[in-house]
């Protein structure tokens, strides 16, 4: 999915991170996709690595506002303390 990257770099507002994110994992053909996955969809080339943190920091702010879920081992975890390698999947809608 490309996104207009130039928009979309590390110091770009926040929202715009913010719906990439929720627009790729409503695309995405599995239910969780993880930060690198994410950056690799919104960044081109080797540019990716520069949005590992933005993108956790949209993901915590999503997950305290209800549009996403983060997870640890296959599990939802607190989006204010969780460590190490996540995912990140919309809210179920059952």
């Known amino acids: 999915m490309p996104l207009d990257s130039p928009a979309l770099t590390p110091s770009a507002p ?50 305290q506002a209800g549009r996403l879920v983060i997870y640890r081992h296959g599990k939802p ?4 303390d969780f460590r190490g390698v996540y995912r990140l999947g919309l809210p179920r809608q059952d």
């Open 77 to 80: 975890v607190d989006p204010n």
């Open 14 to 63: 926040a929202l715009k991170l913010e719906d990439a994110i929720l627009a790729i994992l409503r695309g995405a053909d599995r239910k969780t996709l993880s930060a690198p996955e994410i950056a690799h969809a919104i960044a081109e080339g080797s540019e990716w690595h520069a949005l590992l943190v933005p993108i956790r920091r949209a993901a915590v702010a999503l997950a």
